[in-house]
């Protein structure tokens, strides 16, 4: 079974950094992109990065370039989402998630984050003073 567990979240003031990471297991990780989404309270659960199977592609919202980064170690069936600068509006539940791989067309978006089907329990990330 695909199994992805994300961890890392916590309470942290504003400025301040996490890293989170996307522990998988149940397929064989380096076929596969993996992305990091998340969903704060009363809005509407949005791509925050994704990166390729090899690691070579990533995809990152508007709202986190510069800040986030997005890596993948393949020996480790892991996914790291390092974030600085954190704000408050960062504030959300953070999952990660990944698609059987085949080919995607479409927008850069959806080549790199779409058709996401499995997906790991969240990790809560606060970011308040």
């Known amino acids: 079974d695909v199994q992805l567990q994300a961890s890392g979240g916590g309470l942290v003031q504003p400025g301040g950094s996490l890293r989170l990471s996307c522990a998988a297991s149940?397929?064989?990780?380096?076929?596969?992109?993996i992305g990091w989404f998340r969903q704060a309270p009363g809005k509407e659960r949005e791509g925050v990065s994704c990166i390729s199977s090899s690691g070579g592609s990533t995809y990152y919202a508007d709202s986190v370039k510069g800040r986030f980064t997005i890596s993948r170690d393949n020996a480790k069936n892991t996914v790291y989402l390092q974030m600085n600068s954190l704000k408050p509006e960062d504030t959300a539940v953070y999952y990660c998630?990944?698609?059987?791989?085949?080919?995607?067309?479409?927008?850069?978006?959806?080549?790199?984050?779409?058709?996401?089907?499995?997906w790991g329990k969240g990790t809560l990330v606060t970011v308040s003073s």
């Open positions: 149940g397929f064989t990780f380096d076929d596969y992109a």
């Open positions: 998630a990944t698609r059987r791989p085949r080919g995607y067309s479409g927008s850069y978006y959806y080549i790199l984050c779409g058709g996401m089907h499995y």
